[in-house]
């Protein structure tokens, strides 16, 4: 199941003041381990989270394969507490249900540098209108991306204290309706840099260094059918 006229967001486990201690994957992953008969989709992933990324936004997932050397992701119909596991070399095995989520999507990151990640996103605008992209903090954005397609410019921002920046604005958006588009946004030495289908599109200069990203928030009309964080 795609994600369509979407809000969605992804908590950066482990981040901010006070928060929980980051998403530990192993504690809920089999090793060498799979389901065999139920399953109903194989996708190509990255990595173990973007398969978990891939059952989390269908509707029947209730477990994953993941064969580490291939990258072959397996998305089952069924889940351990029905039918067993069975013995499988170079697999991981996870029932889905034992995985954090929000409005059907991926929320856990792995344990790293909270200050260093890359958020990645396969994305079909489904209307001539706005999309964004924003980066919390607290109450704070610390970086603010929309895509406006009606008007076929780019803009980035940042709020505190509910006061605007100074504002960027960029032309041509790099996004076309019905038509999907790979989006990388990279936190990296200060810097957020967003590429777009592998081109770099602008870099933005941390205005608050000392701030850490607590949370990632999409919104607009699309079809996701990734998201995933990789440190």
Not at 5 to 21: D, M, N, R
Not at 136 to 151: C, D, T
Request: with cysteine.
């Amino acid at each position: 199941m795609y994600l369509r006229l979407f809000t969605t967001v992804l908590f950066l486990i482990g981040v901010g003041s006070g928060c929980c201690t980051c998403f530990n994957a192993s504690s809920v992953v089999a090793v060498d381990a799979h389901i065999e008969r139920y399953v109903f989709r194989k996708v190509r992933s990255q990595s173990l989270y973007s398969c978990a990324s891939a059952c989390l936004m269908s509707s029947v997932c209730m477990s994953f394969n993941f064969e580490t050397k291939t990258r072959i992701c397996e998305l089952n119909s069924n889940s351990s507490d029905q039918v067993a596991i069975t013995t499988q070399a170079g697999f991981l095995f996870g029932d889905i249900n034992h995985w954090p989520k929000v409005m059907n999507s991926l929320m856990a990151v792995p344990c790293g540098n909270s200050t260093s990640f890359k958020v990645t996103v396969n994305i079909t605008p489904t209307t001539v209108n706005r999309l964004h992209t924003d980066f919390y903090a607290g109450g704070n954005v610390l970086y603010h991306i929309s895509f406006r397609l009606n008007e076929n410019r780019l803009e980035f921002n940042s709020q505190t204290s509910n006061e605007w920046g100074t504002e960027i604005r960029l032309s041509p958006v790099p996004l076309a309706v019905g038509k999907e588009s790979l989006v990388e946004i990279r936190l990296d030495q200060g810097m957020y840099m967003l590429a777009v289908d592998g081109s770099s599109i602008h870099n933005f200069t941390d205005r608050y260094p000392d701030a850490i990203p607590e949370s990632i928030k999409f919104g607009g009309d699309a079809i996701v059918t990734a998201v995933y964080i990789t440190m």
